[in-house]
């Protein structure tokens, strides 16, 4: 009889491991998820503010990215206002030319990871949102790692799913400006 019982307790032991288990895995994010690598220290400072920009605040932490979601042709990401003429919100010139660009230009940032190390540079992106596509030039990139000085308008690192697109963009896509985030997806030009 205590056999019996020895085996019943495995048994009912062994089911609630596997159940724990599999409960576990199905909590865990899926695979290409990205997860914030660090905390950046939040400094204020002269935060120009054309495009409404979220503004670094003292002691704040904010997460830092080195990754990005896996590219697909029908990335997610979010569209925000970013303006790439000099004094403006962008801070400084652009990474792939080191030059500024006018608000009617087609151009945007990536962040961290989709941007890998200015590989994206000078390629063309597909966004498409609110019924229409149009086609961008990726010409910075909107850093996820670093952010609250002077070179990132003191603003605090982007988020991992970041397209920073001009204010030309935004109009072709006939997307409202104030609103300054909208959901969408992008690709790489084919």
Request: with cysteine; net charge negative; hydrophobic share 30%.
């Amino acid at each position: 009889m205590a056999s019996a019982r020895a085996v019943a307790a495995m048994a009912i032991f062994l089911l609630a491991a596997l159940s724990t288990t599999h409960l576990a895995s199905s909590l865990r994010p899926g695979v290409g998820v990205c997860r914030a690598s660090g905390y950046l220290p939040g400094k204020s400072g002269n935060c120009e503010k054309s495009n409404d920009p979220d503004c670094c605040e003292d002691g704040k932490r904010y997460p830092q990215y080195r990754c990005s979601p896996p590219v697909t042709s029908s990335t997610r990401a979010v569209l925000t206002l970013n303006s790439f003429e000099k004094g403006k919100d962008g801070g400084g010139p652009s990474e792939c030319d080191n030059a500024y660009h006018s608000d009617g230009e087609m151009v945007v940032a990536l962040s961290t990871g989709w941007f890998a190390g200015m590989a994206r540079c000078g390629h063309r992106v597909r966004i498409t949102a609110n019924g229409r596509s149009v086609y961008a030039k990726v010409v910075d990139e909107c850093d996820s790692m670093h952010g609250c000085d002077d070179d990132h308008n003191y603003e605090p690192p982007c988020d991992n799913n970041i397209v920073d697109a001009s204010p030309a963009v935004w109009d072709a896509l006939g997307l409202d400006k104030s609103v300054g985030m909208e959901h969408i997806t992008w690709s790489d030009d084919e």
